[in-house]
């Protein structure tokens, strides 16, 4: 069965702070993986998109990796700011059916 | 553009009670879908539409119907709604095929049965 997994479930970081989320999915065959960004009371925005052939990506102080043998993907936000406050939402694309399994996503709490 | 504009944002319903869900997108956009998203979960399918004229079951169908009688538009109707239809609702919409798998999400619609 196509799952997508995430963890941890909710966090909580000082202003400034690094922290990195995590996704592992059984998706098979696998297309694509994307996080997305939910803001309280907003629809989830993509953040980046990756790649059966792409290990690192990066949009600005987010930078996303993925290990397609192990499937397995991260999220990582440097120098976190209040602003990052928000659920992150992995979400895997299937090939053969042109559908989308998406995360539970991970709660973020950015603190002064 | 507008992208994917949901109405109405917030609504109160007494159980028993139907009502539309509207949603539209100005992208061109084939698929359509709704979710819904309750606290601690992810976001479940509820219907898609993989253009106009067609439509199918998500995960979570019951008690919903929707249809796509043009490409812009894909409303969500509930029947006789109950308490364990609130929660909030997403439409979203994206290209088709593998290249295109962006979604683009409307505001949400929080709905609370009573």
């Known amino acids: 069965k196509n799952q997508v997994e995430q963890s941890p479930q909710s966090l909580i970081i000082l202003e400034g702070k690094n922290c990195t989320l995590q996704?592992?999915?059984?998706?098979?065959?696998?297309?694509?993986l994307r996080w997305y960004k939910q803001d309280t009371g907003r629809g989830p925005v993509s953040l980046t998109i990756?790649?059966?052939?792409?290990n690192t990506k990066s949009n600005g102080r987010y930078t996303a990796t993925l290990d397609a043998d192990t499937k397995q993907s991260s999220l990582h936000i440097t120098a976190s700011q209040l602003s990052d406050s928000a659920s992150y939402i992995c979400?895997?694309?299937?090939?053969?059916?042109?559908?989308?399994?998406f995360g539970p996503g991970t709660s973020l709490s950015v603190i002064p | 553009n507008a992208g994917v504009t949901q109405t109405p944002k917030f609504q109160v319903l007494k159980t028993g009670q139907s009502m539309t869900l509207q949603c539209a997108q100005d992208m061109n956009h084939e698929y359509m879908s709704w979710y819904r998203q309750d606290p601690g979960m992810g976001l479940r399918l509820i219907h898609y539409s993989v253009g106009a004229g067609i439509t199918d079951q998500g995960e979570v169908p019951n008690g919903y119907n929707v249809s796509r009688s043009t490409t812009e538009d894909f409303p969500l109707r509930l029947l006789s709604a109950a308490p364990s239809q609130t929660s909030v609702y997403f439409c979203a919409s994206r290209g088709t095929g593998v290249l295109n798998t962006e979604a683009f999400f409307g505001q949400g619609t929080r709905l609370t049965v009573v």
């Open positions: 990756m790649t059966f052939s792409e």
């Open positions: 996704c592992n999915y059984t998706v098979s065959p696998f297309s694509n």
């Open positions: 979400v895997v694309s299937e090939a053969s059916y042109d559908k989308v399994i």
